[in-house]
């Protein structure tokens, strides 16, 4: 049993010493996972449901001329079918009004959604849409970005002038003027490709009916709450009558945002009063799921001789694809974020996300700021080896510092980036290893840094406002139960949760669990993105924590007849200032409810970060805490293959606090694994507008044996942000974003070949050694 | 000639072991394994991730060794012995398989998807090289055909390797 | 449309007879790795299935009278595991190994990678540098043919599924002058089909070290796999050293011409089965020692 001098004394300039967090702590849903018993939204069967199948456009630009049902509707089995005719034609979308139900003029991308079709059986309802025959008329396309930004294009919306979805500006200080009094000017141009987030999990909804008009989806997803309003406008009902559960997730990484697969199961339910599965298959989820933005991006950086950053412009031509989900603000993102990473003095940044017929883009962990850290840190990656620079000590030179307030106006509370890269660079070895000697044999070996920044929430994600809030139930058997309507998409944000809130209380965590995400009860949460999780929901629950605690603590006083000052709670015991047994915490909450009519107590939370809309000028503090990280990279490359193999990898990241350290590491090696597949073979490739590799065999994600022969050294510093719960930031996305830039400097330092554009394929590392 | 009993409608009757229960069954000649174990059976464990082959989400242990159970035709279960993710543990929380405690204690599990068939694979392996001493590379291959977005396979390897340390040591004991 | 019975026999004569009760309208199915993942996407328009996977003589290895005999229902993983393919058919181990993934491996069968006929099935390249042989038993008949000689183009056999039965694969069992080795390149390291493969059997001289004999067996270079015949002869007689090789991978670049395909580009194969050559023979001859092999 643990004692008293364990328990957390704020402000008296004591050591923080935690029951609770810090520690590897094995997720609590482990169980149902590792025996087979977690439930995903593939796994639900209810009677009577029917099986839903999507006829997708075999065109990447069409007009709809017919669709006869007639012989698919004959289909034994078949219970409805649906096309634009049958749904209202009124237009939504998570940014931009460009989506419709099902469309009755025209099909935009290979891939396209054309009708749906709810049957008794998988294969009755893929054999009727086999069966639904649709007259097109082929269009001109358009695929590449920056050809469709040209006159003359073809127009996917004819009502617009041009392929322009959005375009994002800013301009802060003078960047001519900076640039004209630059010692160094460096210009170049870079491109990240389209991937895909790869959940093994595709994506799927269950659509049910409810009682009276209401609607249930199960759905596979990131944002429970927010696909509740965004589907509500799509079935143009009232949101309160929509219900979304969410049960155990199969990974996001971005994907599972608004899905036209869930509006259209929801459609078909409410049409045939059953209850309607629509799951991808994994070809669907290549083809018409939502990849990376893919980004042509160009830099041009000024710096003065000593090395400051005076200068950075930038110009991003990104695809959004054939509808809008949400890549203008991944584009404005990758326009912007990264010049709060360091102290720039002058920026001018412009987006254009552009439509092409191919695949609509969307979210993938970085966001757009993983896109621009390729091409930034393999900018300065270059003018150090131009110039005879330190890479670490530019970074150094110019990284944002605590307190820091950046030229947008972010204010960068904590920051442990300088102790990231001292610490990267003393774990590596990094000095030994560059002064290392000429390499013989035809395998070279090579090291590269990169740094990231991140935020941890973004305030202008969600218009109406950015925050979370929380309860924390404490039942009579003493288990406390954390509702939250944030999404455990596979992170371990459930578990982080649990953590914050038995610490916060007191409590063992092994009596905490968070409730799955069920809009009917759980608080309005906006869901897994913006790496906020931790800091924006882990705080709200914390304050419902806190909250708790001092209902808690005043019943016990009333119960116990002691002063609330003589009563420390720590790790689910009770002690009295004036008595040496403790009470345990489910002993005392079952006399406490014996006197309130056999009720639990409720704490509730809430928080509504200090962040605040841009203006204008794209100025404001967005986001409540900061992110840092530094990664190096080890590699060997084959100069007769071209291939590239990852030895070793270090990461150290500024997480504000540790919260779970188990959790912190496999998110940290997920998304070097990730970064390393991204920046070495995965690929979308496209053809005149059709995926050509929309499986596991093409698409090249890494498998266990393409994992580095050594090691990924995982470190976490604590710079303990002031409005992270216990001090916390987010780690999601901050291991990713500077993982493929990291790699490509290493190759350079390996063999002298930069590369560009991703991935960095052998056949590019052989192209650069031996042009032509 | 077992399983081919072709009654009327082309229904198949095949006998078979699974997690160590007995099973008598009609199935369709053209059934997945896959669809035998999740439709028929109601076991959830086993995922389609892919529906080829190339993802591993639906690894069983069919006659000792791993397979993709969505490109084996149900009707080869016939007379075989099959293990799913839910013969691993005794059924009960306390009753979890080595193997599955140290994927939890090793934080090899995250969203979970891939768990249940990374698991067989894992234990496959290890059944296979009992008595010899495993190397990382060794389960790196052991495991390459199974998928996972999520881990980067580091905390799955270490899991494999601590346990099969483990059950080294227990038999050194033992031996 | 799907099929309607599957049976599964457990003698060869049972096969044969099953093949002729069903006048074409049933296929031979092994391992059916293949098979099952093309009728999702492409229904196959068969009766019904005869799974040879229980018949024990298709599953064995043995060595006879010289030869090694691979029966057809043999998966990757037996050739992986077997000593005696390990000791005796290297470059068919190796080859069985590299493919897709250990499920793979223990479903997939040498027979039905063969009769699935593409060019850079793996088994196939090994097989072909063994300059193996393939025994057909059909309703009446019974023939050998060289495994080269099955491969009609992608997809296409000489063998077919509804009327012969592939039992076994041979090869002469090698003397100590003889040598074998596979080399492939792929884009990640499992689950992967290859960029280039080369299946290597080379045979040197009584005394001394001058190659006697060489087959190069490459893919995917063509339709079928290929015999790099003109780089062949070119080694013929020489001493292996790294000159020797620099040039043979060269040679070996200049004589095959693959297209462009979505792992890799014609230039970029070509590069890479240079590379190939070269370090197969490396590692065939053990000239660096260290145990190299490049997966």
Redesign the interface.
Known sequence: MPGKRNVLKKGKGEIMKFSNLGK?T??L????????????V??L?MEGMLYGKVLRSPYPHARLLNIDTTRAARVSGVKDIITGKDVSQHRFGPMVPDWVILPDDKVRFHGDEVAAVAASSEEAAAEAVSLIEVEFEELPAVYDPALALEEGAPLLYEEKDNNIAVTFNVHSGDVDEALAGSDIIFEETYETNQVY??????MAAVAVPGDYERLIMWLSTQIPSMSRLRYAEALQMCAENIRIIKP????G?GAKFECKSHILAAVLTRRTGLPVRMVN??EEDFRAGNPRVPMKIWVKLGLSRDGTFLAKDTRIIAGNGARTVYAPAITSTACYRIDSLYKFKNVRSTGYTVYTNTIPTSCFRGFGNAQMHFAMESALDTICHQYDMDPIKLRQHNGVTPGFTSIHGWEIKSCALKECLDKAVQESNWYEKKKAPEQKGPVKKGIGVAICNHVSGNRPFYKPFDGSSALVRLTPEGKAIVFTGEAD????MNTAFALIAAEAVGLDVKNVRTAAVDTDISPFGLGSFATRGSTIGGRAVYEAAINLKKQLLEHISRVYEKETDQITINNGYIYFDDQEEPVPVAEAMQTISYTLGGTSLVGQGVFVPDTVLPDENKYGNVSPAYPFGCHIAEVEVDT??G?TRLLNYWAVHDVGRVINK??L??QV??????GVGWAL?EDM?VKEGVL??P????Y????????PEG??YSYFLESEDPNGPFGAKGIGEPSLNPVPAAIANAVFDAVGVRVKTLPIT??KI?EGLEPG | MSGNNNEQGGRLTINFKLNEKDYTLKIDPDERLLDLI?NRL???????????G??G?CTVIMNGQAVNSCIIPAARADGAEIL???G??GGM?ND?HPL?KM???K?A????????GM?LSAKAFLDQNRGREISREQ???G???????????????EAIYCYAREAERIEERKG | MTWENYFMPSTTGEVLALLEQHQGQARLVAGGTDLMVQHRWDPLEVKSLIDIGRVPALKEIREDNGRIYVGAAVTHSQLVDSALIQGKGRVLAEAARTVG?PQVRNVGTVGGNVVNAQPAADTAIALVALNALVHVLSPGKEREIPVAETFLGPGKSSIDPAKDLVTAFSFSAPDSREKTCFVR?A???????PIVNLGLWLQLEEDGDALKDIRIAVGPMAVVPYRARKTEESLKGAVLNEDVLKKAGHSISEEVTPRDS????SA?KK??IG?ALKRGIENALDLKGADWH??
């Open positions: 590897e094995p997720i849903d482990g169980l149902e996972k590792v025996t087979g018993r977690a439930r995903y593939p796994d069967k987030q790869a959940h093994m999990e595709p155990h997730v199969g990974g990484f298959n994994r998409i596979g992170q371990g007769e293959t291939k188990q959790t590491e496999g090696e997920g998304g070097v694994i990730m073979g490739v050509l590799n499986n596991f065999h093409d090249f994600l890494p498998t266990a044996m393409d994992v090691h990924i052998p056949e052989l | 999740r109601g076991l959830i464990g086993a995922k389609e991730g892919c529906g080829m190339e993802c989400a799913t993710v839910e691993l543990s929380e979890l599955q994927f939890l204690e934080g599990v995250q969203c979970g998807y891939c768990t249940p698991l389960i790196k291959e495991i390459s055909g199974n998928l996972c977005r999520c881990t980067g396979y580091q905390k799955i390897i | 993934s390149f884009r990640r390291e499992a689950l992967a089909l979505f792992r890799g580009s970029f590069r890479l590379v490049e997966r």
